[in-house]
């Protein structure tokens, strides 16, 4: 028993061992040909030998003797012979993997067939391009499924998330929520995913935090924002500079979230204090500003004042809770500001060039390579 222990282990450490199919695959294969020992009075050895003798039309004639279930275990013992066993099992351990994800996808979706379709070459294609695998593809679509978005959105959303997953190094379940969470609360389109995802992996590149702080911001202030009809690009530009104050994640998205309510709904010792900045959320026409614009506003009221009447107008115009986000914002350098402001205005395709730069390295391509690798496993359990 040990020395067969002992033989199943170095075989093991032949296939690479570290995988867990590779390794599953061998150990089903022992098992088929310990389950031919009894079954049809063969050694391990006589079936080697056997194998490596033996025509087709005799092995044919061995694969008769029992039902459907045991002409497959003497097909895979044949296999294990010739050394092919584990990766066909790998390959089958991988399709049924991804089958089995895009089984969830529809599920949740309710995607017709021709949908799925469309949602299944798409997950395949993301997972032979990018690191990620064309089953955690699948996953990226299962969370989209998940908050809702139909199959164009799905189709629309996923390229931005992966990027942006992989530019950052996030998982794809939080970028995915990100995502499509700050997207509805903007009342954006998934079509604007790669676009936002661009400004998150730009904005956090370009401050003091990274994708998942941004998100824990957005997820406070965004619906705040959104109301107001700010744009995500703005936004982004606001955490960063708090960011780069150290006031980060869901703290800068609370206070950010305060000080723009004020704004909105100013009490009457509020209004006093933004009347002498001359300071308003809407112009001469009623029309709400950009917060861009609003920010610059304020920047230039404050730019006037002596350090005490700084905090004293930040506490009197956005509260307590909301007066460190106005003071970051405002004390923050004008070169700080431009700079910020243009890394974000020039994003455009900063997700997917930020992931390609993140695999130029021999790691990265024997990441792209396995998930390739893992692909063809698709195709041939397909």
């Known amino acids: 028993m040990a020395d067969k222990k002992k033989k199943y282990e170095l075989e093991i450490m032949i296939a690479g061992g570290t995988d867990r199919s590779l390794e599953a695959s061998i150990r089903r294969a022992r098992k088929e040909i310990d389950h031919l020992e009894k079954n049809a009075g063969l050694s391990a050895q006589k079936i080697g030998d056997s194998f490596g003798g033996m025509s087709v039309k005799g092995i044919n004639s061995l694969a008769k003797v029992s039902d459907r279930a045991f002409d497959a275990m003497v097909k895979g013992s044949k296999s294990a012979a010739l050394g092919i066993t584990a990766a066909l099992g790998a390959a089958t351990m991988t399709g049924m993997g991804f089958e089995s994800q895009m089984s969830t996808v529809q599920a949740i979706s309710q995607a017709s067939k021709a949908d799925m379709q469309k949602l299944t070459s798409l997950a395949k294609e993301m997972g032979e391009t990018t690191q990620f695998t064309a089953e955690e593809a699948g996953q990226g679509l299962e969370y989209m499924a998940s908050a809702g978005w139909t199959t164009r959105q799905m189709l629309d959303g996923l390229p931005g998330v992966m990027y942006l997953a992989a530019a950052s190094g996030e998982g794809l379940a939080l970028s995915s929520e990100i995502v499509t969470g700050a997207l509805t609360a903007f009342g954006k389109n998934a079509s604007e995913a790669a676009r936002f995802a661009d400004v998150l992996a730009q904005a956090a590149a370009a401050s003091n935090t990274d994708v998942a702080g941004l998100g824990g911001t957005l997820e406070y202030v965004a619906p705040v924002a959104g109301a107001l009809k700010y744009s995500y690009e703005d936004v982004a530009i606001a955490a960063g500079l708090m960011a780069n104050a150290n006031i980060k994640g869901e703290k800068a998205g609370t206070a950010l979230r305060a000080a723009l309510t004020n704004l909105a709904k100013p009490t009457e010792q509020m209004q006093g204090y933004m009347d002498d900045l001359s300071l308003s959320l809407t112009d001469s026409n ?42 970051a914002i405002v004390n923050a350098s004008q070169e700080d500001f431009d700079k910020l402001a243009q890394a974000i205005d020039h994003s455009t395709g900063a997700a997917q060039e930020m992931s390609k730069i993140r695999l130029n390295n021999l790691k990265g391509d024997l990441t792209i390579l396995s998930s390739a690798a893992q692909g063809l496993g698709i195709e041939a359990y397909g």
């Open 286 to 327: 009623g029309n709400i500003v950009s917060l861009r614009e609003l920010l610059g506003d304020a920047r230039e009221g404050f730019a006037k004042l002596s350090e005490a009447q700084k905090a004293e107008y930040a506490a009197g115009i956005a509260g307590k809770e909301g007066m460190s986000a106005l003071l």
